[in-house]
């Protein structure tokens, strides 16, 4: 009917989550193959990784065009204005059609990750947005403003460390000797973290 031809509207006139439906593989691609069911317009994705409990390198390994399929509908969501139904193969039965994962366990499982790795990426975006920003207080790049710890140092940053002065009581000559061996063990430690400074100030000095 014209009704069946319309675009549904949102997640309507799709066919319920963890239904068990018999659907006609439509196209192969490496990644997966796009399964048309009876009655509905979408089409949804069958992802190498719901294919088969066995590892599947390629959709063509499992599937032709035209070939009919036993799928269970395990996500349903959208993006935009588009609409994507995610189905798997692997949980439902292809000989009988018996749901093989009647709890949902594995799918709720694999809609966790699907979230985890959509998440992971956005985190990749926003490590990318913060390495390409230019900091305007030392002209750096790689960090926010607030984040910076080179400025106000800068100035200084290139300048050794100055220990406190000595105390003007100290004359004995012992007591400046063995102040002046714990100087040069401060220092020792101090001359990584000096290092570390110019580095820094050299590098956005260059750019």
């Excluded at 719901?50 to 399929?69: H, L, P, T, Y």
Aim: hydrophobic share 30%.
């Amino acid at each position: 009917g014209s009704e069946s031809e319309e675009a549904p509207a949102g997640l309507e006139g799709l066919p319920p989550i963890y239904s068990i439906l018999k659907g006609e593989v439509v196209s192969v691609q490496t990644y997966g193959a796009f399964v048309r069911l009876p009655g509905y317009r979408k089409e949804g994705l069958v992802h190498v990784s719901e294919m088969s409990a066995s590892r599947v390198e390629k959709a063509s390994e499992i599937v032709d065009v035209g070939e009919q399929v036993w799928i269970k509908v395990i996500g349903r969501e959208i993006r935009g204005d588009k609409v994507k139904m995610s189905f798997s193969m692997k949980a439902v039965n292809q000989g009988t059609g018996r749901d093989l994962d009647p709890n949902n366990v594995n799918a709720e499982q694999d809609a966790r990750r699907r979230r985890q790795f959509r998440d992971q990426t956005g985190n990749k975006i926003t490590l990318e947005a913060v390495l390409n920003t230019t900091c305007s207080k030392c002209g750096c790049k790689g960090h926010f403003t607030k984040d910076c710890f080179s400025a106000p140092g800068l100035q200084y940053a290139l300048l050794p460390e100055e220990d406190d002065k000595e105390p003007q009581q100290q004359s004995s000559a012992s007591v400046l000797k063995q102040d002046s061996d714990k100087k040069k063990k401060k220092k020792k430690k101090k001359l990584w973290t000096n290092i570390i400074r110019i580095q820094w100030s050299l590098m956005c000095l260059s750019q």
